[in-house]
Protein backbone atom coordinates (compact mmCIF):
# COMPACT_ATOMS: atom_id res chain seq x y z
CA UNK A 1 0.00 0.00 0.00
CA UNK A 2 2.84 1.89 0.67
CA UNK A 3 4.14 1.68 -2.47
CA UNK A 4 1.19 2.44 -4.15
CA UNK A 5 0.45 5.76 -2.11
CA UNK A 6 4.47 6.69 -3.87
CA UNK A 7 3.68 5.76 -6.90
CA UNK A 8 1.03 8.04 -6.77
CA UNK A 9 2.56 10.78 -5.22
CA UNK A 10 5.49 10.49 -7.79
CA UNK A 11 3.22 10.38 -10.69
CA UNK A 12 1.15 13.27 -9.73
CA UNK A 13 4.33 15.82 -9.01
CA UNK A 14 5.34 14.90 -12.39
CA UNK A 15 1.91 15.59 -14.30
CA UNK A 16 2.00 18.74 -11.75
CA UNK A 17 5.28 19.85 -12.59
CA UNK A 18 5.20 19.15 -16.65
CA UNK A 19 2.14 21.40 -15.84
CA UNK A 20 3.60 24.33 -14.71
CA UNK A 21 6.05 24.29 -17.83
CA UNK A 22 3.31 25.18 -20.03
CA UNK A 23 2.92 28.90 -20.84
CA UNK A 24 -0.50 29.80 -21.08
CA UNK A 25 -2.30 32.91 -22.49
CA UNK A 26 -1.30 35.85 -21.08
CA UNK A 27 -2.31 39.77 -21.49
CA UNK A 28 -0.11 40.70 -24.81
CA UNK A 29 2.76 43.27 -24.35
CA UNK A 30 1.60 46.90 -26.07
CA UNK A 31 4.44 45.70 -28.84
CA UNK A 32 2.77 42.66 -29.81
CA UNK A 33 -0.60 44.49 -29.40
CA UNK A 34 0.77 47.17 -32.34
CA UNK A 35 1.98 44.83 -34.61
CA UNK A 36 -1.50 42.62 -34.59
CA UNK A 37 -2.84 45.59 -35.73
CA UNK A 38 -0.10 46.42 -38.01
CA UNK A 39 -0.56 42.97 -39.54
CA UNK A 40 -4.64 43.20 -39.73
CA UNK A 41 -4.36 46.64 -41.47
CA UNK A 42 -2.23 45.37 -44.30
CA UNK A 43 -3.71 44.21 -47.00
CA UNK A 44 -4.30 39.89 -47.06
CA UNK A 45 -2.01 38.42 -49.61
CA UNK A 46 -4.11 36.57 -52.40
CA UNK A 47 -4.37 33.11 -51.72
CA UNK A 48 -5.77 30.35 -54.31
CA UNK A 49 -9.01 28.97 -53.47
CA UNK A 50 -8.93 25.04 -53.36
CA UNK A 51 -12.33 23.56 -55.00
CA UNK A 52 -14.97 22.46 -52.81
CA UNK A 53 -16.03 20.21 -55.80
CA UNK A 54 -13.77 17.69 -57.65
CA UNK A 55 -12.97 18.75 -61.24
CA UNK A 56 -14.05 17.38 -63.66
CA UNK A 57 -12.16 14.59 -65.28
CA UNK A 58 -9.60 15.53 -68.69
CA UNK A 59 -10.35 13.01 -71.31
CA UNK A 60 -10.38 13.79 -74.83
CA UNK A 61 -13.83 11.61 -75.14
CA UNK A 62 -15.12 14.24 -73.05
CA UNK A 63 -14.48 16.45 -75.32
CA UNK A 64 -17.40 14.49 -77.79
CA UNK A 65 -20.02 16.22 -75.53
CA UNK A 66 -19.11 19.42 -76.49
CA UNK A 67 -20.29 21.36 -79.66
CA UNK A 68 -17.66 24.11 -78.72
CA UNK A 69 -14.33 24.09 -79.56
CA UNK A 70 -12.68 26.60 -77.53
CA UNK A 71 -14.28 24.41 -74.17
CA UNK A 72 -12.39 21.09 -75.69
CA UNK A 73 -9.05 23.67 -76.16
CA UNK A 74 -9.49 24.03 -72.68
CA UNK A 75 -10.10 20.59 -71.94
CA UNK A 76 -6.30 20.00 -74.02
CA UNK A 77 -4.45 22.57 -71.84
CA UNK A 78 -5.49 21.45 -68.79
CA UNK A 79 -4.37 18.23 -69.61
CA UNK A 80 -1.27 19.95 -70.32
CA UNK A 81 -0.94 21.79 -67.10
CA UNK A 82 -1.73 18.42 -65.41
CA UNK A 83 0.90 16.32 -67.15
CA UNK A 84 -1.75 13.87 -68.43
CA UNK A 85 0.60 12.58 -71.53
CA UNK A 86 -1.92 9.81 -71.82
CA UNK A 87 -5.18 12.83 -72.07
CA UNK A 88 -3.04 14.87 -74.19
CA UNK A 89 -2.60 12.06 -76.85
CA UNK A 90 -5.65 11.41 -76.77
CA UNK A 91 -6.63 15.00 -78.00
CA UNK A 92 -4.90 13.76 -81.54
CA UNK A 93 -7.46 12.41 -84.12
CA UNK A 94 -8.23 8.56 -83.65
CA UNK A 95 -7.86 9.18 -80.19
CA UNK A 96 -3.65 10.00 -80.24
CA UNK A 97 -2.80 7.37 -82.83
CA UNK A 98 -2.97 10.90 -85.49
CA UNK A 99 -0.48 12.48 -83.48
CA UNK A 100 2.20 10.08 -84.86
CA UNK A 101 3.62 9.08 -81.43
CA UNK A 102 3.19 5.27 -79.85
CA UNK A 103 2.26 6.58 -76.46
CA UNK A 104 5.49 5.97 -74.52
CA UNK A 105 7.56 8.23 -77.45
CA UNK A 106 4.55 10.61 -76.95
CA UNK A 107 5.08 10.77 -73.33
CA UNK A 108 9.01 11.16 -73.42
CA UNK A 109 8.74 14.02 -75.50
CA UNK A 110 5.85 15.58 -73.17
CA UNK A 111 7.64 14.59 -70.68
CA UNK A 112 10.40 17.44 -70.75
CA UNK A 113 7.68 20.04 -69.62
CA UNK A 114 7.98 20.10 -65.82
CA UNK A 115 5.33 22.66 -64.71
CA UNK A 116 3.55 24.01 -68.08
CA UNK A 117 1.20 26.55 -67.70
CA UNK A 118 -1.31 26.82 -71.07
CA UNK A 119 -2.70 30.11 -72.36
CA UNK A 120 -4.97 29.67 -75.21
CA UNK A 121 -5.67 32.69 -77.64
CA UNK A 122 -8.95 33.92 -79.40
CA UNK A 123 -9.72 31.45 -81.91
CA UNK A 124 -10.92 31.14 -85.52
CA UNK A 125 -13.92 29.03 -86.51
CA UNK A 126 -14.22 27.76 -90.33
CA UNK A 127 -16.31 25.10 -92.19
CA UNK A 128 -15.26 23.60 -95.20
CA UNK A 129 -16.35 20.21 -96.97
CA UNK A 130 -18.72 19.00 -94.24
CA UNK A 131 -16.01 19.71 -91.36
CA UNK A 132 -15.57 22.55 -89.03
CA UNK A 133 -12.20 23.42 -88.17
CA UNK A 134 -10.85 25.78 -85.36
CA UNK A 135 -7.49 27.08 -84.94
CA UNK A 136 -6.32 28.93 -81.94
CA UNK A 137 -2.53 30.17 -80.74
CA UNK A 138 -1.39 28.34 -78.01
CA UNK A 139 1.44 29.65 -75.52
CA UNK A 140 3.10 26.98 -72.94
CA UNK A 141 5.49 28.68 -70.34
CA UNK A 142 7.18 26.08 -68.81
CA UNK A 143 9.98 27.77 -66.27
CA UNK A 144 12.12 30.04 -68.44
CA UNK A 145 11.30 28.12 -71.47
CA UNK A 146 8.61 29.66 -73.96
CA UNK A 147 6.69 27.42 -76.65
CA UNK A 148 4.49 28.87 -78.59
CA UNK A 149 2.50 27.36 -81.61
CA UNK A 150 -1.28 27.10 -83.43
CA UNK A 151 -3.41 24.17 -82.77
CA UNK A 152 -6.13 23.08 -85.30
CA UNK A 153 -8.96 20.71 -84.09
CA UNK A 154 -11.90 19.84 -86.42
CA UNK A 155 -14.75 17.75 -86.53
CA UNK A 156 -17.17 16.62 -89.02
CA UNK A 157 -20.47 19.05 -88.90
CA UNK A 158 -23.14 16.38 -87.91
CA UNK A 159 -23.44 14.04 -91.18
CA UNK A 160 -25.67 11.32 -91.51
CA UNK A 161 -23.54 8.13 -90.18
CA UNK A 162 -20.74 10.04 -88.70
CA UNK A 163 -19.18 8.02 -85.98
CA UNK A 164 -18.47 9.28 -82.42
CA UNK A 165 -14.96 9.91 -83.24
CA UNK A 166 -15.67 12.16 -86.67
CA UNK A 167 -18.17 14.02 -84.53
CA UNK A 168 -15.72 15.15 -81.46
CA UNK A 169 -13.19 17.94 -81.00
CA UNK A 170 -9.79 16.24 -81.73
CA UNK A 171 -6.21 17.74 -82.98
CA UNK A 172 -5.91 17.95 -87.02
CA UNK A 173 -2.61 19.51 -86.68
CA UNK A 174 -0.40 21.48 -84.46
CA UNK A 175 2.64 23.50 -84.63
CA UNK A 176 3.69 22.90 -80.84
CA UNK A 177 7.33 21.38 -80.03
CA UNK A 178 7.67 20.69 -76.54
Known sequence: MIR????????????FHL????????????????ASEAASAAPAATVPLVPTEPLPM??????AQTRDPAQAMQAFAAAIEARDWQAVRGFWGDYGKASGLEERAFAARWNALAAPAVTIGKGQQEGAAG????????????????????????????VDGASPEQLRWHIESATLNP
Do not use: W
Not at 58 to 63: D, E, G, N, S
Not at 131 to 153: C, F, H, N, Q, W
Open 4 to 15: TALAFAAASALV
Open 19 to 34: GGCQKGPGSPSPDATE
Open 58 to 63: ITPVAT
Open 131 to 158: SLYYTAPVTIVDGARTIRGEVTMRRVND
